[in-house]
């Protein structure tokens, strides 16, 4: 069965650091991968997605995609207070995106 | 904008007893839902996706006999739980998609068994 590693489990960081959040897939047909952030009580949202090799930013996140290691990294620039949050990596194939695994999850907090 | 609704938000049962969860996308019409588990001691687990046109697929350790789902419509799903104890408890997300779109999440139910 397939599985999405991510780690570290939880993280810290300062106000105005920068936070690296790392995840791999199992699963070597998978080439689509999606961010999300669920903060406490909430429903997760997505932030970002990626497919194809390289880089993607938006604002203070940038993704990055391997495909050949099918490992994909969200960093945040300046994080903030509000981006205290579970951030869930999740991973599919582009032929079924229908079907999405996520993985364990990073628990980030931002310390003012 | 697209929203998926769920209901209830949280809900206590008692050990034994059955509980069902509903979910509506509103706002655009799902062609796909899917059925996730959040618990304190596991992970974000797949329980079920459900496709239009295709029968229901249930991910290893998940059954139709112990969470069948109906979804009826391009908008509505719902799904029970069988027969719950301690170990279903958790946090039960619906995601609802558009062909080829990202997935949105309902706010969750919330299972307690007693």
């Known amino acids: 069965q397939q599985k999405v590693q991510q780690s570290p489990e939880s993280l810290i960081v300062p106000e105005g650091g920068m936070a690296s959040l790392n995840c791999t897939s199992s699963?070597?047909?998978?080439?689509y991968f999606w961010w999300y952030r669920q903060h406490s009580g909430k429903s997760p949202k997505m932030l970002m997605?990626?497919?194809?090799?390289g880089e993607k930013e938006e604002g203070r996140f940038t993704v990055h995609l391997n495909k050949a290691s099918l490992h994909t990294s969200l960093h945040i620039r300046d994080s903030q207070p509000s981006d205290s949050a579970l951030y869930l990596c999740?991973?599919?194939?582009?032929?079924?995106?229908?079907?999405?695994?996520f993985g364990t999850g990073t628990r980030l907090q931002v310390l003012p | 904008g697209a929203l998926v609704y769920q209901y209830p938000r949280r809900t206590i049962c008692k050990s034994g007893t059955s509980m069902r969860m509903e979910c509506q996308a509103v706002?655009?019409?799902?062609?796909?839902v899917a059925w996730y588990r959040q618990s304190p001691q596991k992970t974000f687990e797949l329980i079920a996706l459900?496709?239009?046109?295709?029968?229901?697929?249930?991910e290893q350790n998940f059954t139709q006999e112990k969470f069948p789902i109906s979804h009826p419509n391009l908008s509505f799903s719902s799904m029970t739980v069988l027969n719950a104890y301690l170990e279903d408890r958790g946090l039960y997300l619906c995601?609802?998609?558009?062909?080829?779109?990202?997935?949105?999440f309902g706010s969750g139910t919330r299972l307690l068994v007693i």
């Open positions: 999740a991973a599919g194939r582009s032929s079924n995106t229908n079907k999405v695994v």
């Open positions: 997605s990626i497919f194809s090799n």
């Open positions: 995601g609802a998609s558009r062909q080829h779109s990202d997935y949105t």
């Open positions: 699963d070597r047909n998978v080439d």
């Open positions: 706002g655009f019409q799902a062609t796909s």
């Open positions: 459900s496709t239009v046109n295709s029968a229901i697929k249930y």
